[in-house]
């Protein structure tokens, strides 16, 4: 099973609405990421939360990180039609073997204008 | 170049064939990383290179599936006698980063169509 689900699994909101979706994992993280996927492309970065974070800013985004409950939301603040895509959370699970990030199944969001 | 590029960006093949995914990481970047995305699916990981080494291939569902790296710089994926179930987007990105895993570039990725 996947170290990270979002919830819900499709979003459709209006212009001018907030979004949020949420992140649960399974495993201690070292840092929790938020990625934005357009239909056809590849992922772009949003935003990095550390373990010893709580909550984190960027631009319109707000990430928050709660390790005792193993989840994470990302809210989209007056969203836009372009926020339109798939968002995924990413989960740090480095180990000496190596570096990878686990991504969970993704949110949908459709920003309706 | 700037991004990371990956070739080809649509392949259709047929079963049974070998196919060959290619990834050019950012320069300077020493980590890569391949990933397998699914029709709507979130991304599955397949294997990872810290340098021209592969610490972890963990995520390589069989061995028709195989990844090398030279030069710290391209990679190449490969799959052996493919089968249906291996139609998927293939997406590499790469990270400056050793010590944990940072921001990952990705590419556009490699639609793989297997007929």
């Known amino acids: 099973s996947q170290q990270g689900e979002e919830d819900p699994q499709a979003l459709s909101i209006q212009e001018g609405e907030n979004a949020t979706m949420n992140c649960s994992y399974k495993t201690s993280i070292n840092n929790l990421q938020w990625y934005r996927q357009n239909s056809g492309r590849g992922l772009v970065h949003l935003i990095l939360i550390r373990s010893n974070e709580r909550e984190k800013h960027s631009g319109r985004l707000r990430v928050t990180l709660d390790t005792s409950k193993k989840s994470s939301s990302l809210l989209i603040t007056a969203s836009r039609a372009a926020d339109t895509a798939s968002y995924f959370c990413a989960t740090d699970v480095s180990k000496a073997a190596g570096n990878k990030l686990t991504f969970g199944g993704g949110t949908r969001v459709l920003v309706k204008p | 170049g700037a991004g990371v590029s990956q070739s080809p960006s649509n392949k259709v093949t047929e079963k049974g064939k070998d196919v060959e995914l290619r990834c050019d990481p950012i320069?300077?970047?020493?980590?890569l990383y391949w990933y397998r995305q699914r029709l709507g699916q979130g991304l599955e990981f397949l294997i990872y290179f810290q340098g021209n080494s592969a610490p972890d291939k963990s995520g390589l569902p069989s061995d028709r599936f195989s990844a090398e790296r030279t030069g710290e710089s391209v990679s190449t994926l490969t799959i052996q006698r493919t089968q249906q179930e291996d139609s998927a987007v293939y997406l590499c990105?790469?990270?400056?980063?050793?010590?944990?895993?940072?921001?990952?570039?990705f590419g556009e990725g490699s639609r793989l169509t297997v007929l």
């Open positions: 320069s300077g970047h020493t980590a």
């Open positions: 990105a790469s990270s400056p980063r050793t010590s944990y895993t940072g921001e990952l570039f």
